[in-house]
């Protein structure tokens, strides 16, 4: 049957502790129908019944299931309503009576879990679960729901049990004319299956209005078909019960739903709960909590729209949880309340467990391992935003470049500067050649009063000279050298390599360079990416340095 569909207020809406003394709206539009001349199906009479659906039933009794094991899992839930009800009472018309009918077919994602090997639980079809006993009629396993099982409460009149009606023209034994008893599923190709001339409705259990029929008469031939696309289970309990009346009923409901996940880390969960007509989406934080997005309306209905929010049983807030890669979990209690002030009661302990093989994922912060480069006149590099010789480290504070300057400003700079090289550092390289702008915040350099180049003596070397965030390049002479720099004291040593001396580097004792990538080929000319630089001289000797072009 359709059940109502249930959330919580919207955030405009005030609400306090007083909220939970509001009853649950009732079923739109629905008054107590007495069942005149409706007899009570003797037992002998129901299984003379269910034989007689069985010898009418087309479909073949291949269904893939036949225990409980094999029954568990989603299923949609098939139906029709007539609107009108019966056109005039039952016991005054015929097997070819006129009924008012829903235009469209209802569909429920319902779901069946195993109690044991007898017995079902089936949730979603409707307010409470329902349990089934397994059988068999002919060649056809059945399922049979008990009659006396509550399966609504309604606020004004109490708990609905379910009852099946349908005509018997009569023998020897019984009179011709309208019967109710249990509710039979046949298991067939087609579905899990409802005999063609059974109707179901609630039928209200005790008071005043015992006996009489309330809201709609569902339409024969109602099926079930198992499904394969949902991929997770929400499960919860759920207390009805109201402080002015003395009912109270806990039960467990097992939700097949739909869970999907974009590029954001945003779940969308289709059937929240068996409840929601609208998707509900879910956001994934990185320390493994998760927040239902505010205001969302599950759904719209007669009482007004309902929106899913958190409650601890006296406020309303935004709903959240914590998660691992297969479960969700509720961070607190849920319940629904709609903006015209009706509410449902408190849902709780609530899962989505997933049932495939999918997980959850969560955002990571992704922490870039410590990088710096020398930008400009070092190892045949020249000044480029996306070119740079990556230094070396272990603990990402201290960092090391054996580098080679060549002298090559010898004869287009002035005398001062003759034979020597400009170089700075940057943590980061720019994605092309002309985006100085985009490193510049990355950029370190040498600290002078007046914001010109720094000249590195022959009298510095080996000893720490200051860095600070900028542009301003240091000059050394042409020649080998080890740069070390400490990045916490910001600090640069340089440290002139004997065996790299200018004398040894000069043209004449540079046998040849030559550049290989991270797959191993070589040029005479530097690869686009990574590259190791091996300069081998004169006398055998070689040296390697890395470069990023």
Partial sequence: MKKLLLSACVAALAMSASAFNLEQPSMANQTPVKMENVKEAPAALQAKM???????????????????????????????????GFTTQPDTISNNYTLQRDTEDNVDLVAINKIDDSNIRITGMFMFPVEATMGTSGSYTTFTIDKTQAIYHNASYGYCTLRSIYYYEGDETYSAGWYIGDATGFLTDEGIVFDTSVHFYMMIASGNYAGYRLGWIYEPGSVMVPVTDYNALMTYDYTYSNSSTSYSKTSTYDYPVVVSEDENYVVTVENFGGLATNPITLTLAEDHTWAAAENQVMASTNNGDFVLNGTDGTDFYQLTGTGTETVLTFGSAWTGLSDTGYWYGLRGAATITRTDDGEFVYPTTVVEEPA???????????????????????????????????GRNASTLKTADAGVNYFSFTTKLAEDANDWDGIAQYRIGAITDDGSDYWITDDQLNLPLGLQSGTTAFRLPAGGYTFKVNLEAM????????????????AANVAGVKYVNLAGQVSSMPFEGVNLVVTTLTDGTTNVTKVIK
């Fill in 372 to 406: 710096l480069y020398i930008l400009g006149e070092v190892n045949d590099n020249s000044w480029a935003p996306n070119v740079g010789v990556e230094m070396l480290t272990e603990d990402g504070v201290n960092f090391t470049a054996d580098v080679v300057l060549d």
């Fill in 491 to 506: 600090t640069l040593t340089v440290v002139k390599n004997t065996a790299t001396a200018i004398s040894d580097l000069s």
């Fill in 50 to 84: 269910v034989q007689k659906w069985t010898a009418k039933l087309k479909a073949t009794p291949n269904f893939p299931a036949s225990t409980a094991d094999d029954l568990v899992g989603g299923y949609a839930y098939v139906y029709r309503q007539y609107t009108g």
